[in-house]
């Protein structure tokens, strides 16, 4: 079946650096969505992207989508506290959702 | 419009038990996923139900159940509870489900076996 590989699986940065996490399929997709869980809490919808090589933008966060689509990335732009949880990727099969592993975002103020 | 609920919010049991767990999508949605989330194992896929039907299976074994109702509420059950049960259940909800709709997660339900 459809493997979601996300690295790295746990991130400590300092306030204002920067963070990426990346997601990795076996096969090619139909689309990549994005979530974050902050701690004690829910996964939100942050994203999705259906587009080979498509980038949005949402203030500090980059979202990429690979050409092959099979890949994707977010990219974060000087953390802040707030940007604290875990990112989750969620690929997008036929009929089916398959959530990755999660990149656990830690910043230290 | 009001978010997912999930009923109820914690719940503690003792193996060999059952436990059937509720969820109330977001209004006019139609779909409702449920996932297992544990520390070790991340988000693990249990099933979507789409207008009553069960459209999607995760590698669960027989003990995890579920249905979905007319009116799109949904409820998963559990039997013979085990120890490695014990975990974070979320339920999501989406307009139509599959691949192309966000889904908005509830609280979820927080169960321990003992």
């Known amino acids: 079946g459809q493997q979601v590989m996300q690295i790295p699986q746990y991130q400590h940065v300092q306030e204002g650096e920067d963070f990426t996490t990346y997601c990795n399929s076996s096969?090619?997709?139909?689309?990549i969505q994005w979530y974050k869980q902050r701690p004690g809490g829910h996964p939100v919808f942050l994203i999705q992207l259906v587009k080979s090589g498509e980038v949005k933008k949402q203030k500090r966060l980059t979202f990429q989508f690979g050409e092959a689509k099979k890949n994707s990335s977010l990219h974060i732009t000087a953390t802040q506290t707030t940007d604290v949880g875990t990112y989750f990727c969620a690929a997008g099969g036929y009929q089916k959702v398959t959530f990755g592993t999660g990149t656990k975002l830690q910043v230290i103020p | 419009k009001a978010g997912v609920t999930q009923t109820p919010r914690y719940l503690i049991k003792t193996r060999g038990q059952q436990v059937t767990l509720s969820c109330s999508p977001i209004?006019?949605?139609?779909?409702v996923s449920w996932y297992q989330q544990t520390p070790g194992q991340g988000l693990q896929f249990l099933f979507e139900y789409f207008s009553e039907t069960q459209r999607n299976k995760g590698n669960f074994p027989g003990r995890f159940s579920g249905r979905q109702f007319s009116n799109s509420r949904s409820e998963m059950n559990v039997s013979t509870l085990e120890l490695g049960d014990s975990a974070l259940y979320l339920c999501?909800?989406?307009?139509?489900?599959?691949?192309?709709?966000?889904?908005?997660f509830g609280p979820g339900t927080r169960l321990t076996v003992t």
């Open positions: 999501a909800s989406s307009l139509r489900g599959g691949s192309s709709y966000e889904q908005y």
């Open positions: 096969t090619t997709l139909s689309n």
């Open positions: 209004s006019g949605h139609r779909s």
